[in-house]
């Protein structure tokens, strides 16, 4: 069986096996050993030949994300360890929440895999069926409801994706010699030669329905709702992995469109979303009281950088795209995991009953105050240097893009500053309530935070070599 086969097929194997595993603890491992072995699964793949076999594709575009999803996966997982007993569940629904987790991180893991764009498209329904699940497990009327925005929205968005995935296999059909109308490799040889109208209509309709997986504005609106309701670690996963599903699909569509002449530009689409994206989101960061809702406007503003990038195209603007990506999701779900802890001790997610925590929980306080300043684009974080290739590519190839980019990233770095302040930094509430945290919430911190760190300032060079080639690949 081939090694990409592998990496899918062992989370789904696993969430068989932990659907009868009544005892809490015993699941918590059991996850961990699946997703500890994903990870080792996914080490393997430096080692093997980049290329198409069957349905599945290797290159150097989703090698990265597909290390980044293992790496998540494993340290979610280890979070979850300490954190899901503190989530009040009943047997059933814990054993729901780690059956749906690992049927997430399968689907992921084919999702960026899929050489097939209709396989593709049934992994991320996957994907996101099984966050829906997360997302309501709680049972309140507002988890249930934010599981509902959740499933309703990204329903429409997945159906306008499946309208686009037939279009663009029509047009490819269209064109006489083609093979697997289809598979990505046919897809991208074929565009050229393919009716520009159609294909430009087949990128509008999997452009807003990708669009809607990964938050961008204006179809966003089930994003804070499922992040600040559901488990933790479902944030984590949902601003960490599942959006950059969506972008990946969304950066191979544009290639493909890309390759034709005759179409209208695909990356001024994209850039016009991710600008709104951009500043919609920095100006709603000044409204928001509750801190999970906070950082789930904050995944949206991400997004739509990362979409800017991908906007710009070139070289450039694609490697500025990729890397904050994958900074986001390192730093994104640092800030998740402390914020779950700073919950547990508090009982609150607004930002008021949390503020203090490097008086009250010195270890959370900073490790949290650090996640932040690293989410905020402050440097030597990964972000800051995708945000400063980003301007840079904005002041050469597009001036006009200054004002709106600066005005929405001063604001938002200015509004996680102060939230960052409110929370680790100002007086603590009256009631000065301490505690301690384990090993399992401050581990994964401190492993994201150090990987955001190399990203920023010591990319190695095998690294920088692939994203170079990924860059490419994007159009």
Same mark, same amino acid.
């Given at each position: 069986?081939?090694?990409?086969?592998?990496?899918?097929? #062992?989370?789904?194997? +696993?969430?068989?096996?932990?659907?009868?595993?009544?005892?809490?603890?015993?699941?918590?491992?059991?996850?961990?050993?699946? /997703? =500890?072995?994903?990870? &080792?699964?996914?080490?393997?793949?430096?080692?093997?030949?980049?290329?198409?076999?069957?349905?599945?594709?290797?290159?150097?575009?989703?090698?990265?994300?597909?290390?980044?999803?293992?790496?998540?996966?494993?340290?979610?997982?280890?979070?979850?360890?300490?954190?899901?007993?503190?989530?009040?569940?009943?047997?059933?629904?814990?054993? =729901?929440?780690?059956?749906?987790?690992?049927?997430?991180?399968?689907?992921?893991? &084919?999702?960026?895999?899929?050489?097939?764009? !209709?396989?593709?498209?049934?992994?991320?329904? %996957?994907?996101?069926?099984?966050?829906?699940?997360?997302? !309501?497990?709680?049972?309140?009327?507002?988890?249930?409801?934010?599981? @509902?925005?959740?499933?309703?929205?990204?329903?429409?968005?997945?159906?306008?994706? &499946?309208?686009?995935?037939?279009?663009? +296999?029509?047009?490819?059909?269209?064109?006489?010699?083609?093979?697997?109308?289809?598979?990505?490799?046919?897809?991208?040889?074929?565009?050229? $030669?393919?009716?520009?109208?159609?294909?430009?209509?087949?990128?509008?309709?999997?452009?807003?329905?990708?669009?809607?997986?990964?938050?961008?504005?204006?179809?966003?609106?089930?994003?804070?709702?499922?992040?600040?309701?559901?488990?933790?670690?479902?944030?984590?996963? #949902?601003?960490?992995? #599942? #959006?950059?599903?969506?972008?990946?699909?969304?950066?191979?569509?544009?290639?493909?469109?890309?390759?034709?002449?005759?179409?209208?530009?695909?990356?001024?689409?994209?850039?016009?979303?991710?600008?709104?994206?951009?500043?919609?989101?920095?100006?709603?960061?000044?409204?928001?009281?509750?801190?999970?809702?906070?950082?789930? @406007?904050?995944?949206?503003?991400?997004?739509?950088?990362?979409?800017?990038?991908?906007?710009?195209?070139?070289?450039?603007?694609?490697? *500025? +795209?990729?890397?904050?990506?994958?900074?986001? /999701?390192?730093?994104?779900? =640092?800030?998740?995991?402390?914020?779950?802890?700073?919950? $547990?001790?508090?009982?609150?997610? $607004?930002?008021?009953?949390?503020?203090?925590?490097?008086?009250?929980?010195?270890?959370?306080?900073?490790?949290?105050?650090?996640? %932040?300043?690293?989410?905020?684009?402050?440097?030597?974080?990964?972000?800051? *240097?995708?945000?400063?290739?980003?301007?840079?590519?904005?002041?050469?190839?597009?001036?006009?893009? %200054?004002?709106?980019?600066?005005?929405?990233?001063?604001?938002?770095?200015? =509004?996680?500053?102060?939230?960052?302040?409110?929370?680790?930094?100002?007086?603590?509430?009256?009631?000065?309530?301490?505690?301690?945290?384990?090993?399992?919430?401050?581990?994964?911190?401190?492993?994201?935070?150090?990987?955001?760190? &190399?990203?920023?300032?010591?990319?190695?060079?095998?690294? $920088?070599?692939?994203?170079?080639?990924?860059?490419?690949?994007?159009?």
């Amino acid at each position: 069986m081939p090694l990409a086969w592998l990496l899918v097929l #062992l989370p789904w194997a +696993g969430a068989a096996v932990l659907g009868f595993l009544p005892r809490e603890r015993v699941a918590a491992l059991v996850n961990i050993g699946v /997703s =500890a072995a994903g990870f &080792l699964l996914s080490l393997l793949l430096l080692a093997e030949p980049q290329g198409v076999t069957g349905w599945t594709r290797l290159d150097a575009l989703n090698l990265p994300l597909l290390l980044l999803s293992s790496v998540v996966g494993l340290t979610t997982s280890v979070y979850s360890l300490g954190a899901i007993a503190a989530e009040g569940l009943d047997a059933r629904r814990l054993r =729901a929440f780690h059956v749906a987790f690992q049927l997430f991180m399968g689907a992921q893991a &084919l999702a960026l895999l899929a050489d097939n764009l !209709g396989v593709m498209w049934v992994a991320v329904e %996957i994907a996101t069926l099984a966050s829906v699940l997360m997302v !309501g497990l709680h049972g309140t009327p507002a988890a249930i409801e934010a599981a @509902w925005k959740f499933f309703i929205l990204c329903g429409v968005g997945i159906a306008l994706a &499946l309208l686009g995935t037939i279009i663009l +296999g029509l047009a490819a059909q269209a064109v006489p010699g083609e093979g697997e109308a289809l598979s990505w490799a046919a897809l991208l040889a074929s565009a050229p $030669r393919c009716d520009p109208g159609v294909l430009n209509l087949a990128f509008v309709f999997l452009l807003v329905g990708y669009g809607t997986k990964a938050g961008l504005v204006p179809l966003h609106a089930w994003l804070p709702d499922a992040e600040a309701e559901g488990p933790i670690a479902i944030s984590a996963v #949902l601003s960490g992995l #599942l #959006l950059n599903a969506a972008l990946h699909a969304v950066l191979r569509v544009k290639a493909i469109v890309g390759a034709n002449a005759e179409t209208v530009p695909p990356g001024a689409l994209l850039l016009a979303f991710g600008l709104a994206s951009v500043l919609v989101a920095g100006f709603a960061l000044w409204r928001r009281r509750d801190a999970r809702r906070f950082f789930a @406007w904050s995944s949206i503003l991400h997004m739509g950088l990362a979409a800017t990038g991908f906007g710009f195209g070139g070289v450039a603007g694609n490697l *500025a +795209g990729l890397l904050h990506m994958l900074g986001h /999701s390192l730093a994104k779900s =640092a800030v998740f995991f402390g914020i779950g802890a700073a919950v $547990r001790l508090r009982g609150s997610q $607004r930002i008021a009953d949390l503020g203090g925590l490097c008086t009250t929980v010195p270890a959370l306080g900073w490790a949290l105050a650090i996640s %932040i300043a690293a989410v905020a684009g402050l440097p030597p974080f990964a972000l800051f *240097a995708s945000e400063y290739l980003l301007v840079t590519e904005a002041a050469a190839q597009h001036p006009w893009a %200054i004002l709106p980019l600066g005005l929405g990233l001063l604001v938002a770095v200015a =509004a996680k500053v102060q939230t960052l302040q409110a929370l680790c930094f100002c007086d603590p509430p009256a009631d000065r309530t301490t505690g301690r945290v384990d090993w399992t919430s401050l581990g994964p911190i401190w492993a994201h935070l150090v990987l955001a760190l &190399l990203l920023g300032v010591a990319l190695p060079g095998p690294l $920088r070599s692939m994203l170079g080639e990924a860059a490419g690949v994007g159009g």
